[in-house]
C-alpha cells in the first residue's frame, strides 16, 4: 500500500510557471506507475499524465502536452508535474494516484487528497 502527499498548488497568472509534488510513503514506491489527474469544478476527473515505473515512459492528455512534464525519483519516493505555459483552463484541483504494476493510463488504485491549481487570466 502507499499513502500520497501532495503539494505545490497556488495561484499563477496565465503563462506562469507550477511545479506540483507528490511524496509517496511505502517500501515499494519503484513498484507503481504514477500519475497525475485533475478536476475542475463541475466536471469529471481527468487524466493528466502518467510515468511508469521506472520513469523510462511517460504520457500526457492532449490538452497538456508540450507544456507539462511528469518526472519521478524514485529513491526519493516523489513525482513531480511541471507545468508551464498554464492556461485558465488548467485550473482545477490536481490528484497524485498510483497504480500497482499498472499500465499508464489503466486503473489508479491509490489517491492523494488533492491540490489547488489557479490560473488567473
Known amino acids: 500500500q502507499v499513502q500520497l502527499v501532495e503539494s505545490g498548488g497556488g495561484l499563477v497568472q496565465t503563462g506562469g510557471s507550477l511545479r506540483l509534488s507528490c511524496a509517496a510513503s511505502?517500501?515499494?514506491?519503484?513498484?507503481?506507475?504514477m500519475g497525475w489527474f485533475r478536476q475542475a469544478p463541475g466536471k469529471e476527473r481527468e487524466f493528466v499524465a502518467g510515468?511508469?515505473?521506472?520513469?523510462?515512459?511517460?504520457y500526457y492528455a492532449d490538452s497538456v502536452k508540450g507544456r507539462f512534464t511528469i518526472s519521478r525519483d524514485n529513491a526519493k519516493k516523489a513525482v513531480h508535474l511541471q507545468m508551464n505555459s498554464l492556461k485558465p483552463e488548467d485550473t482545477a484541483v490536481y490528484y497524485c494516484?498510483?497504480?500497482?504494476?499498472?499500465?499508464?493510463?489503466?486503473?489508479?488504485?491509490?489517491w492523494g487528497q488533492g491540490t489547488q491549481v489557479t490560473v488567473s487570466s
Open positions: 494516484a498510483a497504480s500497482y504494476l499498472g499500465t499508464l493510463v489503466g486503473k489508479y488504485d491509490y
Open positions: 511505502g517500501r515499494t514506491f519503484s513498484s507503481y506507475t
Open positions: 510515468i511508469s515505473r521506472s520513469g523510462g515512459n511517460q
